[in-house]
């Protein structure tokens, strides 16, 4: 399955807004510096799906707000 991410990165507090199935706006803590945000977004993600995050894999976006994960 894969999930359609718009990411909000150096928010004031983590948050996840569902969109609809596949579709998620995540707010993260962590700047986008050196991959902090990208982590923070799957740790995020994972945690709201309940699953480990080694499942989850960014395949499209890593530098954008938008992106493509898949869960494996």
């Known amino acids: 399955m894969k999930y359609f991410i718009t990411v909000k ?4 507090k983590e948050s996840i807004e569902k969109k609809d ?3 998620y706006v995540i707010s993260v ?3 986008p510096i050196k991959g902090k ?3 923070a977004v799957i740790q995020a993600l994972a945690d709201y799906l309940n699953i480990s ?3 989850l894999t960014i395949i499209a976006g890593h ?3 938008r992106k493509i994960i898949e869960l494996k």
Do not use: D, I, L, Q
Not at 9 to 12: G, L, R, S, T, V
């Open 21 to 23: 199935e596949s579709h």
């Open 9 to 12: 990165p150096n928010a004031k």
């Open 53 to 55: 995050r080694m499942h």
């Open 29 to 31: 803590k962590e700047p």
């Open 63 to 65: 530098k954008s707000r």
């Open 37 to 39: 945000a990208n982590k």
